[in-house]
């Protein structure tokens, strides 16, 4: 939180406002010795340097070219060097623990032409309170009147002795200048540090998030194939049983023990679904074997009639394409058998060219609209809240491939309007 105007300006002021009255009061004391004291111009003097010491903190650039001002009225109106003036000290300090690189570097420049107009200024004009100074100590106003003639020897002494009165408070700044940047840096790297930190923690955790959702979908998807071929083949086994002779006891037998059948077979694939959820890494040892015979016979044990033809040379896939190629055609079956014409042929095909194309192919009862071959879109479940066609398609997608649903209309040998619905997946037999 920021601290008040006042309170920020608070220790200039009472800085400027002692320097103000030493300065005064060192007039005062001036007066008694010479006319000089008594002269208006001095006092504005006092004031030049009283404003450079209140701003030299906030405003160091400000405080420098009061500086320079006051130098130049002292060397124009040959006014004496005051003791207050050690107040540049703090000003050549604050120019270098707080100004601009410009003032930094410009405050250096300026020591030495400082020290220069000091000498001169002790030189011609010899009075103010180094006069009761030099009147204390008789051989100090004897060298500095002899240096007077002998000239530049004494004024070499007087820019050395300002120079170094005005460069160590300079130096110090500096010093403390470097020792808060350095500060200053440690703090904001270890906050870059520890917003990286909290960067990566972020990341992981939207990473776990992300593999968390994508985990329900997958288990979401294979519960739904699961679940959703296997009531399929038993309501097909349901249905058909409706229409058995009651006196045929045997073939009753026969289609409660397939339905029996494809509700274990459902529950083991469930209960194989969630144990491999559950075990992150673990290998589907079901998934990797070749299911295509068991899902064609349970079909067929549905009453179905499918035909199945294959082209080319089978070959093993890895665990997870054998798994999607599993739930992929199971998907196909159990749109075929829900959806398609009742009693029609599903034609399966598998072709091993380069690639797995599997495609299956049923008969609809034809509608209005289907007078066209067309591809069919699919962008979101249906309205039962169902995931098979764009399940299937994630899934594809997911390892490489692609998937294709169309609906082609055609004319039977009777006359009679036919619509089929051809699905094909082409998985790649290689992960990738």
């Avoid at 030049?48 to 405003?59: F, N, S």
């Avoid at 034809?366 to 899934?395: H, I, K, N």
């Avoid at 692609?402 to 790649?428: F, Y």
Wanted: net charge negative; with cysteine; proline share 5%.
């Amino acid at each position: 939180m920021t601290a008040p105007v006042w309170q920020r300006w608070l220790p200039d002021c009472t800085a400027g406002l002692a320097t103000l009255v030493l300065g005064l009061l060192e007039t005062y004391v001036v007066g008694f010795t010479s006319s000089v004291g008594r002269r208006p111009d001095i006092l504005l003097f006092v004031l030049l340097l009283t404003a450079a010491v209140t701003v030299a903190r906030h405003l160091p650039a400000a405080a420098l070219t009061l500086i320079w001002v006051a130098g130049f009225l002292q060397v124009a109106w040959t006014l004496p060097l005051l003791l207050v003036e050690v107040c540049v000290c703090y000003v050549a300090f604050a120019c270098s623990r707080w100004g601009r690189l410009a003032t930094l570097w410009t405050s250096l420049v300026s020591i030495p032409a400082v020290a220069l107009i000091g000498a001169i200024v002790v030189r011609e004009n010899p009075y103010g309170t180094l006069v009761p100074l030099l009147q204390q100590h008789r051989s100090l106003q004897a060298r500095l009147y002899d240096g007077y003639d002998a000239g530049l020897p004494l004024i070499l002494v007087g820019i050395v002795g300002l120079g170094l009165l005005l460069g160590l408070p300079w130096l110090a700044g500096l010093a403390v200048r470097m020792t808060t940047r350095a500060r200053t840096s440690e703090a904001h790297q270890a906050e870059a540090e520890a917003d990286r930190a909290t960067a990566l923690v972020q990341a992981e955790q939207a990473e776990q998030i992300a593999q968390l959702r994508e985990d329900q979908a997958r288990l979401a998807r294979d519960v739904h194939d699961v679940v959703g071929h296997s009531l399929a083949v038993i309501l097909a086994q349901a249905e058909s049983a409706q229409f058995r002779d009651d006196l045929d006891s045997a073939k009753l037998k026969e289609t409660m023990a397939t339905i029996a059948t494809s509700a274990r077979s459902s529950l083991r694939d469930v209960r194989q679904v969630l144990r491999t959820t559950s075990e992150a890494g673990a290998p589907a040892a079901a998934a990797a074997t070749d299911r295509f015979t068991e899902l064609v016979d349970g079909v067929r044990g549905a009453g179905a009639q499918v035909e199945v033809s294959e082209e080319g040379r089978p070959q093993p896939l890895p665990p997870d394409l054998a798994e999607v190629a599993h739930r992929v055609l199971q998907e196909m079956l159990t749109n075929a058998m829900r959806h398609g014409r009742r009693g029609a042929v599903i034609h399966v095909e598998r072709h091993w060219e380069g690639e797995l194309r599997l495609e299956v192919r049923n008969l609809a009862d034809p509608t209005p609209s289907a007078d066209e071959t067309q591809p069919m879109v699919v962008t979101a479940p249906d309205a039962e809240g169902g995931q098979g066609l764009l399940g299937m398609r994630r899934r594809v997608e997911a390892v490489g491939g692609h998937l294709d649903v169309r609906r082609r209309a055609d004319a039977a040998p009777g006359g009679e309007a036919v619509v089929s619905w051809t699905t094909t997946a082409w998985i790649p037999v290689r992960a990738r």
